[in-house]
């Protein structure tokens, strides 16, 4: 198959749509751009095919909930006087618990899965002005913004090569 649009001027277009869905909100706070883009590179990385909406996406599940376990564990009035070692205690416990789900064949993408364990690290870390919070609570709210937001960055890499329009070369 040979693109008959270059794939720069694809991205490059997907990239101001991407830039504009940011202004879709919830309770006043837009998707986080850098989220699709993690999305859109784990596409790329991964090998580009539609597949991955099947193989890959089930990764970002564990890595997503046990960020959660993890800040829910660190917040927890019984373990404050821990200090620094209540975050080793329990990221180390989660990112044990995280290896070992990779053992699971719907769920073994590596990269997928701590790239949304540090996702829901890095929006828990802006703050709860970052997404917005949903009878859930604030942890899991975090957690289902930073995943759609993931997500759709995978649809912006299945559409970086769709809008290629390719041709059959004979």
Known sequence: MKPRIRVEFVVGFLTIIACLVMYITNQGVGIPLWAIF??????????????????????????????????????????????????????????FLLMVTLNIPQCNIGLVGFNSFTAVFIIATIGPTAYPTWGCGAIISGSIWVVMSIIIGYVFGYLSILLQFPKKVD
């Open 38 to 95: 993690i999305g859109w590179a784990e596409y790329f990385a991964l090998g580009a095919k539609p597949e991955l909406f099947k193989t890959a996406l089930p990764s970002l599940f564990p890595g997503a909930i046990l960020a959660s376990v993890c800040l829910w564990g660190m917040s927890l009035s019984a373990f404050a006087s821990w200090g620094m070692w209540n975050a080793v205690f329990w990221i180390t416990l989660t990112v």
